[in-house]
Structure formats: C-alpha cells, structure tokens
C-alpha cells in the first residue's frame, strides 16, 4: 500500500527506467509520470465510528465529483428505479432453485457467480458442526 502511493506520487522517469533497463525495447512501458493523487488513511483499528467517516469521506468525494461534472450523485429517481429492479433481483438471488434470468449479461453474470458463491457457503456452513 505505502509504494502504491509513493508510485502515484512519483512514478519512473524514462531516465531511470533507461538506466535499469535489459532491452532498450522494453523501456516505454515501464515510464510512469507519477503526479497522481492518492490517499492513504491508517486507522487503529475499524471502529463503527471510524466506518461512519470513512463511508462520510467517500460520500462527500461522490457529492463533489458530482457538482464538478453537473450529475446527481444522490438522485432520487436513480435510486427509485434501482429499488423497482431489486423486486426482480432479490428473488432470484433468494430462490433456492436456479431460475432462468433475462437481464442484461453483466447483471446476470453478477447474480450466477452469487449464487455460487452463497451455494459454496452453505455447504461449508452444512459441515460444520456445531458445539451442544
């Protein structure tokens, strides 16, 4: 974490990328201009209190990248239809048999790999036994 933020920050010049270099070819890749913002926040330890500000730093970012390029970040209407397409969802992410989907692939391809996720979980959840 601390030389992904170092990396951002300062990157490889062509020079130094040149001078570690094997084949010359292979150089332009390896360049990285550096002078990327990043973050990194260290906690004691993840508290309730720590999470609230943590989700309030990421909600004030969304907030402003939104009023810089002109979009609603909290859109109520957005936030109804997502709520009008999770009636669809949640049954199926619920069902204990696989129900044909007829979303779009990405949504569908999202709803498979959790349902074999959660069907993973239940059988290792089945084999433990547990302590009378």
């Known amino acids: 974490m601390f030389a992904q933020a170092e990396a951002l920050a300062f990157g490889k010049t062509s020079e130094e990328v040149k001078a570690e270099a094997r084949r010359p070819r292979s150089c332009r890749h390896r360049v990285f201009e550096g002078n990327r913002p990043s973050n990194v926040i260290l906690a004691d330890r993840l508290t309730p209190e720590v999470l609230g500000k943590l989700i309030a730093l990421y909600e004030h970012s969304v907030f402003t ?22 009636q669809r969802i949640i049954p199926e992410l619920e069902g204990a048999t696989a129900s044909k989907l007829k979303h ?15 069907g993973v979980q239940m059988r290792n959840l089945v084999a433990v036994k547990l302590p009378r």
């Open 65 to 86: 990248q939104g009023v810089i390029w002109n979009i609603d970040s909290f859109d109520q209407w957005g936030v109804e239809l997502g709520k009008v397409l999770a």
């Open 104 to 118: 779009d692939s990405s949504t569908n391809t999202l709803i498979r790999r959790y349902r074999k996720l959660k």
